[in-house]
């Protein structure tokens, strides 16, 4: 079962023509074997959807799964017939531009930092940055080593 938020996040691509709603959804294949096998069907779409439309009927139905399983496909498309709903027109407001006293100013008191300067020694040059020198240990084979062993004796 899907929760209606997630639904929504996993939706393509939503519309609706002539009283048809069609929605189209890709549910991403799970990357480890410990996630939950989930199973997206008819009803948890008609949930989700069922907060900005009155579905009447399904006209095409699908059924996603997150794991790859024969005959399944990550994408699927429903289709349901809905309620056209007519919206009434909202009257349009006209724009009044209020004048907005600006606050009295605040006269910030300057404050000035004096950087303090480098103590001048002696003048020496600075040696030369060192180099990252790694020390690698020959290392011989497995082999080499067990006859070097039983040379020495």
């Keep these: 079962m899907f929760t209606k938020e997630e639904v929504k996040k996993i939706i393509n691509n939503k519309r609706l023509i002539r009283g048809v709603l069609t929605v189209e ?3 991403p294949l799970k ?7 989930r199973r997206l069907t008819t009803q948890d ?3 989700a959807m069922s907060e900005e439309h009155e579905i009447l009927e399904v006209i095409k139905t699908d059924q996603l799964l997150n794991w790859s399983k024969k005959g399944h496909s990550q994408t699927g498309v429903w289709k349901f017939k809905v309620k056209k709903i007519r919206k009434a027109p909202t009257p349009k407001k006209p724009i009044i531009e209020e004048k907005k006293e600006d606050p009295p100013k605040i006269e910030e008191e300057k404050v000035e930092v004096k950087k303090q300067e480098p103590l001048q020694t002696e003048n020496k040059p600075s040696p030369p940055p060192k180099k990252n020198t790694k020390k690698t240990s020959k290392s011989t084979s497995f082999r080499g080593r067990i006859k070097k062993i039983a040379t020495k004796k």
């Design 45 to 47: 779409v008609i949930e």
């Design 25 to 27: 959804i890709s549910l």
């Design 31 to 37: 990357k480890y074997s410990r996630e939950n096998n």
